[in-house]
């Protein structure tokens, strides 16, 4: 910007005139980025709330502020970070895997999303499954011919069910009803039996899944097999999960499944030292990030730059890893 004008300005208003220099240079000099999450209920949407509260606290220092987009999910993160309309995302670590190969129903019509870059792993996430206790549901195998909510296109519980339904052998024509409700309204069509059972690829504890166990009368089903032993082997992205009992109203005993972990990804095209300061946020303020939500409370800082994580690092958080020495 030609500060020519400014300077005129300044000359005219005298020291008001300054302050207001002072204060569009100021605002020039902000960097603004917007994180993709998920559904309000979810878990996603406070892991950006957490990571952007982090970052804004010293913003007066380095000048970015940081705001969070409720989404559609990781799907949909990723499509947007890759058109440039979001900085960042939390994705599952199946559908960070997925983009940068250009594999799967979702990318391979666009192809390897060579930019994408990792920036650390967060929760695990099990793929659960709520049903209502009057459904008869006990196993996975039960929901065919069941009123199921598959999930919206484009969110990461989609994603997972149409994987597990492939390794089954499923279609969508094996439900008496495959409902595409978002996360944030499965819970009340559950208690209003409109479906008979959900699925959500999620942290534990969920608000959602919260909601639908205290609003009635709903039961936790395992999500076990040779299928989904075959699925763990052959991905690296998946891992056998457990959801304890006595988390949720209904379920007394452990649960087993399997899962995901939530990611933390950017694009190559985002500033190395945006990606810096956004990760140096978080890990400076370690402590402060794990009390932001249960599904935190178990984070290791090792795991994080490690574990789940298929896309290339950033720059700008490799950076701060080996000054860290976490790397």
């Not at 409902?179 to 309204?185: F, G, Q, R, T, V």
């Not at 998946?238 to 694009?267: H, L, N, Q, R, W």
């Amino acid at each position: 910007m030609d500060v020519r004008p400014i300077g005129r300005l300044a000359l005219l208003l005298g020291a008001g005139g300054i302050l207001l220099a002072a204060g569009i240079a100021a605002a020039q000099e902000q960097k603004f980025i917007t994180i993709g999450t998920g559904g309000v209920t979810g878990v996603y949407y406070p892991t950006g709330g957490a990571i952007c509260r982090l970052v804004n606290k010293d913003r007066k220092e380095h000048g970015i502020r940081c705001s969070v987009e409720s989404t559609g999910g990781s799907v949909y993160n990723v499509n947007t970070i890759r058109q440039g309309e979001l900085d960042m995302g939390v994705v599952q670590s199946d559908v960070q895997y997925k983009a940068l190969k250009g594999e799967g129903e979702e990318f391979e019509s666009q192809g390897p999303y060579e930019d994408l870059r990792a920036v650390f792993s967060v929760h695990a996430e099990p793929f659960t499954v709520v049903a209502r206790a009057d459904s008869g549901i006990e196993t996975f195998d039960d929901l065919k011919g069941k009123r199921v909510n598959v999930g919206n296109p484009g969110s990461g519980q989609r994603s997972t069910m149409e994987v597990l339904m492939d390794a089954k052998g499923w279609t969508m024509d094996d439900f008496a009803l495959a409902s595409e409700l978002k996360s944030a309204e499965q819970a009340q069509a559950l208690c209003d039996n409109k479906i008979d059972a959900m699925v959500f690829t999620v942290g534990h504890p969920s608000g959602s899944i919260q909601e639908a166990t205290t609003t009635c009368d709903t039961k936790l089903i395992p999500v076990t097999g040779p299928e989904v032993d075959q699925l763990v082997k052959d991905n690296p992205y998946y891992a056998k999960a457990v959801i304890p009992g006595g988390m949720y109203t209904g379920t007394d005993e452990d649960v087993e499944t399997f899962g995901v972990k939530a990611t933390f990804v950017s694009s190559a095209q985002v500033p190395d030292e945006v990606v810096y300061e956004v990760t140096k946020a978080v890990f400076e303020n370690f402590e402060d990030f794990k009390k932001l939500h249960p599904a935190f409370a178990n984070l290791q800082k090792e795991d994080m730059v490690t574990q789940a994580l298929s896309a290339p690092l950033h720059p700008g958080a490799e950076k701060y890893y080996k000054e860290a020495g976490l790397m």
